[in-house]
């Protein structure tokens, strides 16, 4: 069974920095493209970052030199790097990735920025 179960979000003051967690279970996580989206209340879910089975990175302009992917593949693990964080990143932050033909998503962690 595949299973996506993100961590690390909280409440944090503008400017500050959080890191998130997806830990995998249930897929060959070595050859698996990971990504991270999010989803503010009302609006509709965007992405934010991705990285490749060969480490390779990707992240949209919103969040662009703030935010960094990484993944711990002895881990099974993938993490986004938050700083400089904005009131606008408040959001649900949700890991995915596609596995055996189908999309499969992590319940999502939750992101305050506020002062």
């Known amino acids: 069974q595949v299973r996506l179960v993100e961590s690390g979000g909280g409440l944090v003051q503008p400017g500050g920095s959080l890191r998130l967690s997806c830990r995998t279970s249930g897929i060959n996580f070595s050859l698996a493209t990971m990504r991270w989206y999010r989803q503010a209340p009302g609006q509709e879910r965007d992405w934010v970052a991705s990285?490749?089975?060969?480490?390779?990175?990707d992240a949209s302009e919103a969040v662009q030199g703030r935010f960094t992917i990484s993944r711990n593949n002895a881990w099974t693990t993938v993490f986004l790097q938050m700083n400089n964080l904005k009131p606008e990143d408040t959001a649900v932050y949700l890991c995915?990735?596609?596995?055996?033909?189908?999309?499969?998503w992590g319940k999502g962690t939750q992101v305050t920025v506020s002062s």
């Open positions: 990285i490749t089975r060969n480490g390779s990175t």
């Open positions: 995915n990735t596609d596995w055996r033909g189908r999309s499969w």
